[in-house]
């Protein structure tokens, strides 16, 4: 069980920093635009990451217009509107689990209950519409 917890926590995890299957495949990317940054403007992985991800990106868009084409090959940019629905079903074949007890052998109850509004003018007032 701590291994299914563990499993289904590690996807929670990644899902929620939206990191999807498709970043995966543009890491190539990713560090042919890192080592182009390194070459270029003799950048550091602090500062490229600053520049494409934190407080520096909106300024190095502007800087740097004609960039833009590889900048939207780089991971990790939510630019796109998708849902990705990750459904998990456990069937456990162990019965040992849970019990499951066999309602035929419980017995059908007898009710007491004695209705002390008997009237006949009730029947007369409470009857479902009629067509005319």
Request: proline share 5%; net charge negative; charged share 25%.
């Amino acid at each position: 069980m701590k291994l299914i917890a563990f499993i289904i926590s590690t996807i929670l995890l990644v899902q929620s920093v939206n990191f999807h299957l498709s970043d995966i495949v543009k890491l190539g990317d990713l560090v042919e635009h890192v080592q182009f940054h390194q070459k270029e403007y003799g950048d550091d992985m602090f500062a490229f990451f600053a520049k494409h991800y934190g407080e520096l990106k909106a300024e190095h868009e502007k800087q740097n217009p004609y960039e833009h084409k590889d900048h939207e090959k780089l991971p990790f940019h939510c630019d796109h509107h998708n849902s990705n629905n990750f459904q998990l079903l456990f069937a456990f074949e162990d019965e040992t689990l849970i019990p499951i007890p066999n309602f035929s052998e419980f017995k059908e109850l007898t009710s007491f209950y004695v209705s002390i509004y008997k009237s006949p003018d009730l029947n007369t007032i409470l009857q479902p519409p009629r067509s005319i």
